[in-house]
């Protein structure tokens, strides 16, 4: 039991260190945004699960409260991430030089226009 | 021989996970615009409670859940904040 959480936990922390890594060396902060919440959901998962497993073998009872931190990442890292991209969206915009902003500016109408014509 | 196996693997995740805080840190340090550096920030939080629950898996501790739970709340709430700010100037309006 004990080798399936020292897996589980090195696994959990290659996943942290993946989404690091590729924060550090991706060029745009557009691609910047998708590594560390690979980290955030999938390496938090998996600690979380050596953790889940180790516990529950040390007490000899069903251990489930370190789910908690988990359900808590899973909601709150596509809700912060979302906030800071349509930040940085909004700053790029409002400075006028960068293409992804003129891009989703000039799809939004077009999605809502083709909507419509569907309606 | 377990045990001093999972001993073995929570420091290599550990030394994993002061690896990944440094790349996180000199993202912090370099990076060219406010929002990566909250984004680095954000990876250093959910790194650091990586870290802190790895301790408490090596040292057979179940209170440490308590501390890593106030620091997943806390990097939510301070991220969040920080977006708002860059997004609207201000954080509460």
């Given at each position: 039991?004990?080798?399936?959480?020292?897996?589980?936990?090195?696994?959990?922390?290659?996943?942290?260190?993946?989404?690091?890594?590729?924060?550090?060396?991706?060029?745009?902060?557009?691609?910047?945004?998708?590594?560390?919440?690979?980290?955030?959901?999938?390496?938090?998962?998996?600690?979380?699960?050596?953790?889940?497993?180790?516990?529950?073998?040390?007490?000899?009872?069903?251990?489930?409260?370190?789910?908690?931190?988990?359900v808590f990442m899973f909601v709150s890292t596509p809700v912060t991430y979302m906030i800071l991209v349509r930040a940085a969206l909004?700053?790029?915009?409002?400075?006028?030089?960068?293409?992804?902003?003129?891009?989703?500016?000039?799809?939004?109408?077009?999605?809502?226009?083709?909507?419509?014509?569907?309606? | 021989?377990?045990?001093?196996?999972?001993?073995?693997?929570?420091?290599?995740?550990?030394?994993?996970?002061?690896?990944?805080?440094v790349c996180a840190s000199i993202r912090l340090v370099l990076g060219p615009r406010a929002q990566d550096r909250v984004l680095s920030?954000?990876?250093?939080?959910?790194?650091?409670?990586?870290?802190?629950?790895?301790?408490?898996?090596?040292?057979?501790?179940?209170?440490?859940?308590?501390?890593?739970?106030?620091?997943?709340?806390?990097?939510?709430?301070?991220?969040?904040?920080?977006?708002?700010?860059?997004?609207?100037?201000?954080?509460?309006?």
């Open positions: 039991m004990s080798t399936l959480t020292g897996i589980l936990v090195v696994l959990g922390a290659l996943f942290a260190l993946a989404g690091s890594v590729g924060l550090l060396t991706l060029r745009s902060f557009y691609e910047r945004v998708h590594p560390p919440t690979m980290g955030a959901t999938l390496g938090t998962g998996l600690v979380l699960a050596a953790c889940v497993v180790h516990f529950s073998d040390l007490q000899q009872r069903l251990v489930l409260h370190h789910m908690l931190i988990g909004h700053r790029d915009a409002a400075e006028g030089h960068d293409h992804l902003a003129r891009h989703g500016a000039s799809a939004a109408p077009q999605a809502s226009a083709s909507k419509e014509g569907g309606d | 021989m377990n045990a001093s196996f999972l001993d073995t693997a929570c420091l290599a995740a550990q030394v994993i996970l002061g690896v990944a805080f920030l954000d990876t250093l939080y959910v790194n650091g409670m990586l870290l802190v629950l790895t301790h408490g898996l090596r040292t057979a501790n179940p209170y440490v859940f308590e501390s890593a739970l106030v620091i997943a709340v806390l990097g939510f709430v301070s991220t969040t904040a920080l977006a708002k700010f860059l997004l609207r100037g201000e954080v509460i309006e």
